[in-house]
T-cell receptor, first 110, second 115 residues
Framework: ELKVEQNPLFLSMQEGKNYTIYCNYS?????LYWYRQDPGKSLESLFV?????AVKQEGRLMASLDTKARLSTLHITAAVHDLSATYFC??????????FGTGTRLQVTL | GAGVSQTPSNKVTEKGKYVELRCDPI?????LYWYRQSLGQGPEFLIY????????DSGLPNDRFFAVRPEGSVSTLKIQRTERGDSAVYLC?????????????FGPGTRLTVT
């Protein structure tokens, strides 16, 4: 059974700081997704990572995938308040169904 | 263009009642997924349709849950004899196809509350 773990579960960081969210998964997959969820809202797609070594960047967020280590990271550079949200990684297993991590709730403070 | 839409946005029902939740995917998307998200948790997979057929229903928790997609577009998730433990946000997602190369776009969800 595919298991996906994220850490930390909660992250409080000051504006301007850098931090990394980690996503580990238990079985082989080369398809990993990052989503953002604001309170009471649905999921917004951030990144689709489809191969070992894939790196994608959008604004202050950068995601990478290491399929050998079964690890993805979401790096936040110079955080701003607007990035406050819950971030989920999700790994595609059989039939493309996604298994989600528990989420990392990010709070960026002034 | 229009995204994934779900109706109703909120549904309150009494224990034991029957409910139907509707999902309208992005036009042209052949793959459709249902997930359930409990408070403070990540979404959990329920069922995946490729076209009209359920390609994977391994996430349905029991036989009270059933979903259809008769014309390969709109899907309905049906829950019989609802229980308080069914309370959650039910999310629908669609993608261009089910091969996993295309991202899944999520709808706004239906918040189901069973009293």
């Amino acid at each position: 059974e595919l298991k996906v773990e994220q850490n930390p579960l909660f992250l409080s960081m000051q504006e301007g700081k850098n931090y990394t969210i980690y996503c580990n998964y238990s079985t082989t997959s080369d398809r990993l997704y990052w989503y953002r969820q604001d309170p009471g809202k649905s999921l917004e797609s951030l990144f689709v990572l489809l191969s070992n070594g894939a790196v994608k960047q959008e604004g202050r967020l950068m995601a990478s995938l290491d399929t050998k280590a079964r690890l993805s990271t979401l790096h936040i550079t110079a955080a701003v308040h607007d990035l406050s949200a819950t971030y989920f990684c999700a790994v595609a297993g059989t039939a493309s169904k996604l298994t989600f991590g528990t989420g990392t709730r990010l709070q960026v403070t002034l | 263009g229009a995204g994934v839409s779900q109706t109703p946005s909120n549904k309150v029902t009494e224990k034991g009642k029957y409910v139907e939740l509707r999902c309208d995917p992005i036009s042209g998307h052949t793959a459709l997924y249902w997930y359930r998200q409990s408070l403070g948790q990540g979404p959990e997979f329920l069922i995946y349709f490729q076209g009209t057929g359920a390609a994977d229903d391994s996430g349905l928790p029991n036989d009270r849950f059933f979903a259809v997609r008769p014309e390969g577009s709109v899907s309905t998730l049906k829950i019989q004899r609802t229980e308080r433990g069914d309370s959650a946000v039910y999310l629908c997602a669609s993608s261009l196809d089910g091969g996993g190369l295309y991202e899944q776009y999520f709808g706004p969800g239906t918040r189901l509350t069973v009293t």
